[in-house]
């Protein structure tokens, strides 16, 4: 095996998931236990995703879930996965992260994103910023401002105090074309968000790598910097994995029709619809390394191989949290 490949970094992106028979409560106590437990594992950074109007997330108010984790573990990056700007006023942002970096020094991640993380009645009841190209560079150009040395924005004579001198690190979150080439138009590190949106990733990091611009006023580092994102569940066999993956089956089935659904548990295939139907469902979530870990480990290399990053983030549903957690235990063996 590639030793530089296999030592990239991996990090660990939650959505807070919720499963049938579990509280909230529940589910956010086990995000901060899983925070705990990935801190130990070798995990380089924890991000915790935006998403609202879904009743099996719990991963709304990203920038609280961000300082708790940061209050349980004592080596990890937290982050977000992001933010979703548009939903948010960039001063606002730069007070909340800047109140974090002040409190968890270099260790706080700040990625954003345009999309809503929602569907549009309840982005509506969110919006504070706008969502073009145009209006994202310019608030990134700002919250760059709040938190340098200076600490003032560059389209406004105003200090966000808390930020200032803290220099977060600046993630662009990206799903398509338009977003990998702002990444690398503003000069910064890129995570694309594979996992979900699998279709022409390797011309997605390509537009980046060519749009990268090192002189731009926002840059933050000197050369193209990826981030890959791939659903991943380890299990002893690849029978037992491909089980636990009938949850996230049901999910994407669930996400298809509309349904509101919690987490389910699993199922066998032959429940899920036929093999056409298996195959549908599954499209949005191709790129994952589901199996022993064997099977994931030969399935990770190749997948940061092809795609050529610096980094993988991955995401991991499991209906039974201890899943989740063996799942974490037996990746980190696998790759550290």
Known sequence: MNTLTKNIPLNVL????ISE????????????????????????????????????????????????????????????????????????????????????PDRIDLGLGRAP????????????????PQSFANSIFDLI??????????????????????????WVLGSSMNGASIAGQLGLPYSIATHFTPDDYREKIDVYRSAFKTSAPTAQIEEPYVMAGINVLVAPTDEEAERLWSTTQQML?????????????????????????RAMIESMFSIKAVGSPETVQKKLQQFAESTGA???????????????????????????
């Not at 939650?14 to 998931?17: H, K």
């Not at 705990?36 to 709304?60: V, Y």
């Not at 991991?316 to 201890?322: F, H, I, L, Q, R």
């Open 14 to 17: 939650d959505l807070v998931s």
């Open 21 to 104: 028979g579990q509280t909230t409560r529940e589910a956010l106590q086990q995000a901060l236990e899983s925070a705990q437990l990935i801190d130990k594992l070798g995990f380089k950074r924890l991000w915790f995703a935006e998403h609202h109007n879904s009743i099996n997330l719990a991963s709304m108010a990203t920038s609280n879930l961000i300082g708790l984790a940061a209050q349980v573990t004592e080596r990890i990056r937290i982050g977000s996965g992001g933010i979703m700007l548009p939903n948010h006023a960039p001063l606002q942002v730069a007070e909340s992260f800047g109140t974090l970096a002040q409190l968890f």
């Open 117 to 132: 993380g929602t569907d549009a009645q309840t982005a509506q009841l969110l919006t504070r910023s706008g969502s073009d």
């Open 145 to 170: 401002g709040w938190f340098s040395d200076k600490g003032s924005a560059h389209s406004v004579p105003v200090t966000s105090n808390v930020g200032t001198g803290t220099n977060i690190p600046i």
């Open 253 to 277: 089935q669930d996400m298809q029709t509309g349904r509101q659904r919690l987490l389910q548990p699993p199922v066998h295939p032959e429940q899920l619809g036929t093999e056409q139907e």
């Open 310 to 336: 610096d980094e993988l983030i991955v995401v991991t549903y499991t209906y039974d949290p201890e899943d989740r957690k063996r799942s974490m235990n037996m990746l980190a063996e696998l790759w550290f």
